[in-house]
């Protein structure tokens, strides 16, 4: 059986397995300000903090969600993340899917899904490859065998919302 | 118990706590299926009605463990979870979990040598064939400390393959199909 115990240390290094590289290669937030502030910088869609979403979120670019919303969020084929002021009752599908915020539904990525260290995630969770930082809140099943997650065709190269409810301001740093 | 299972094979795993980010980075080696069902949100077995009969209080479990019906464990970690439930409870999580236990399914967790000897709470990850992660350990007494006799006795989904002594006076145990 198990031979020997390893403590967690709060300063405890990362392994080099661990060690971060580029935004979605890596799921430890820790060594940069904001990887969904740097997201903003690499022209994704943002959907900011005071904006609230009642429906379907569609699109053809990646896309940050500062705000709220209830529904679901199709992606396929861009990278999709969940800001740490981002709060989601929905299902996710993307190529890439980051948490930093919260998340009640299940989540599709058909390469990966990083759950950081601030993110809460409640519900299943289906990618090739799934990256849990020590720290995350996560309730329900990892799927890491998940054959070939095939992205839904993308209609246009643009982020498409359906709002159903309410909509707050436009976020200013969107597109 | 996970040297059995070589990277790449499909292998599914029942964790009874909260999602552990060294159990999912060992794991994802694996085309795997980890399943985290925190067993300590399930208040009816942590927190049992003391009046309600045998046959309702598995009904409650059954209930409230909502597991999905096609879910066949391979390994399934126990950690010291068995030691929040009494013994009626751990009779009902092992009737809940019968239809999920195989031939091939083993199980790892914690026991006591004697029920006098307490156990404290740890929370534990996989970090390696051979090694666990340690994540929060305190002084804090677990509610119960069940002996090897007294798990062989409630947990029959499974039985006790291997007990290796502890520091403490805490064994660890392996669980393997009857």
Not at chain 1, 48 to 57: D, E, L, M, P
Not at chain 1, 76 to 96: E, M, P, R, S, Y
Not at chain 2, 20 to 31: E, L
Not at chain 2, 143 to 150: D, G, I, L, M, T
Request: with cysteine; glycine share 8%; net charge negative.
């Amino acid at each position: 059986m198990f031979e020997k115990l390893k403590e967690t240390r709060k300063d405890a290094k990362n392994s080099s397995r661990d060690t971060p590289r580029e935004n979605y290669e890596s799921g430890d937030s820790t060594q940069r300000q904001s990887s969904s502030t740097q997201m903003h910088s690499r022209s994704s869609a943002v959907i900011g903090q005071s904006i609230k979403i009642k429906g379907t979120v569609s699109g053809g670019e990646s896309l940050v969600i500062e705000g709220t919303v209830e529904g679901s969020v199709d992606l396929a084929g861009h990278d999709l993340t969940i800001g740490q002021t981002g709060h989601v009752t929905a299902d996710l599908q993307a190529k890439n899917v980051k948490i930093e915020g919260q998340v009640k539904g299940d989540i599709t990525g058909s390469e990966k899904v990083i759950v950081s260290k601030s993110g809460r995630v409640h519900g299943n969770i289906v990618a090739p490859r799934v990256t849990l930082e020590d720290g995350a809140k996560f309730k329900g099943s990892i799927d890491m065998d998940p054959g070939e997650v095939k992205p839904k065709a993308v209609p246009a190269n643009k982020t498409e919302t359906k709002p159903m409810g309410s909509l707050g301001e436009v976020n200013k740093e969107a597109g | 118990m996970l040297a059995d299972y070589e990277p790449g094979s499909r292998v599914t795993v029942l964790d009874l706590g909260p999602g552990c980010a060294s159990t999912v980075r060992y794991f994802s080696d694996f085309a795997c299926h980890l399943v985290f069902y925190d067993i300590l949100e399930c208040e009816h077995l942590i927190h049992p009605d003391e009046d309600a009969d045998y046959v309702s209080t598995i009904k409650h479990c059954q209930q409230h463990m909502t597991l999905p019906s096609d879910l066949q464990i391979d390994v399934l970690l126990l950690w010291d979870y068995l030691h929040f439930l009494d013994v009626k409870s751990i009779e009902a999580l092992s009737i809940v979990l019968q239809p999920h236990v195989h031939q091939q399914t083993k199980a790892y967790g914690f026991g006591s040598l004697h029920s006098d000897k307490p156990m404290y709470r740890r929370r534990y990850g996989v970090h390696s064939t051979q090694e666990l992660q340690l994540y929060e350990s305190t002084d804090q007494p677990l509610p119960y400390a069940h002996s090897q006799q007294r798990l062989t006795d409630a947990f029959m989904c499974l039985r006790i393959t291997r007990g290796t002594l502890l520091q403490e006076g805490h064994l660890e145990l392996l669980f393997e199909a009857p």
